[in-house]
């Protein structure tokens, strides 16, 4: 629910600034993030080696997700005309 209003508020606010998937990657920086920092609380933890899996694969997502929403907001967005042409 805290996602959902997150969001909500950032889309409203910035309307103008986002482009399509923009949502999506955000969702998925917001659930990873917190998903990072729940699965440090576990008892059942699933390790492999010494590693929580369930946290890597959380904060890999995460960071990827943030990667990429980055990188599509550094370079100018393509306009549909462009891609047409």
């Known amino acids: 629910l805290a996602i959902f209003v997150a969001l909500l508020i950032l889309f409203t606010r910035f309307y103008q600034h986002w482009q399509s998937g923009d949502v999506a990657l955000l969702y998925i920086v917001f659930y990873g993030t917190g998903?990072?920092?729940?699965?440090?609380?576990r008892v059942n933890v699933s390790l492999v080696g010494t590693l929580n899996v369930?946290?890597?694969?959380?904060?890999i997502a995460a960071l990827a997700a943030l990667g990429?929403?980055?990188?599509?907001?550094?370079r100018p967005a393509v306009q549909l005309a462009e891609v047409i042409v």
């Open 35 to 41: 998903r990072f920092l729940l699965e440090s609380m």
């Open 54 to 59: 369930s946290q890597l694969v959380a904060g």
């Open 68 to 74: 990429l929403l980055i990188r599509r907001h550094m």
